[in-house]
């Protein structure tokens, strides 16, 4: 019963709250100072979260670029939105996973999956929506977080999608192969 009271209780703000002082502990300039980021650059940040990522990415694309905050929980587009306002991000759109058809093929440069490939399912066909979404000459970052190396890599590699060109800081760099 205590279970559900807290759930309950669980909030955005709460969400907010919590990721916040895990951001606090983990530096995201650094973090995202290694996905190369430039100014322009149209970003997936998959599995985005409260937006941790997010807010520094949209200061790095500047006015010109956009980043796609996309997750599947509805509290974390919340949160995104919420980060939005307070912070002015104009280049940021917050998208649920069931909406991610609305972001066009092909348009990504960068897409950023961190802390969340180990809680997908159906990995080959998370791995062909990414594909669908980076440019031919894009990269994707997925991390590494609670697995293995070797998961990961047969995982991504089995799907005959990705080249994995070397492995960053607990994530492994992509490039998508062309069909």
Same mark, same amino acid.
């Given at each position: 019963m205590k279970n559900i009271? /807290? @759930? /309950? !209780? =669980? +909030?955005v703000e709460s969400m907010i709250?919590?990721? *916040? *002082?895990? $951001?606090i502990l983990s530096p995201i300039n650094k973090e995202v100072?290694? =996905?190369n980021i430039k100014e322009g650059n149209i970003i %997936? $940040?998959? &599995?985005? &979260? @409260?937006? &941790?990522y997010t807010k520094r990415v949209s200061e790095?694309? &500047?006015?010109?670029? +956009?980043?796609? #905050?996309? $997750?599947?929980q509805e509290l974390a587009i919340e @949160?995104? /939105?919420k980060k939005i306002n307070k912070y002015h991000l104009r280049n940021v759109e917050p998208i649920l996973v069931k909406n991610i058809n609305l972001i066009k093929d092909n348009? #990504?440069? %960068?897409? %950023?999956?961190? $802390?969340?490939?180990?809680?997908?399912? *159906? !990995?080959?066909v998370f791995l062909e929506e990414l594909h669908r979404l980076l440019k031919k000459d894009g990269i994707l970052f997925i991390g590494m977080h609670h697995m293995s190396l070797d998961d990961a890599q047969s995982k991504i590699l089995n799907s005959n999608l990705w080249e994995i060109e070397c492995e960053l800081d607990n994530c492994l760099k992509c490039i998508p192969i062309t069909k």
């Open positions: 009271e /807290k @759930s /309950k !209780t =669980f +909030t709250a919590m990721l *916040e *002082e895990r $951001d100072d290694k =996905f %997936i $940040d998959y &599995g985005c &979260g @409260s937006g &941790g790095l694309i &500047g006015d010109n670029g +956009t980043v796609y #905050a996309v $997750d599947i @949160s995104v /939105k348009v #990504a440069d %960068i897409v %950023i999956a961190i $802390d969340m490939f180990h809680m997908v399912q *159906e !990995t080959n």
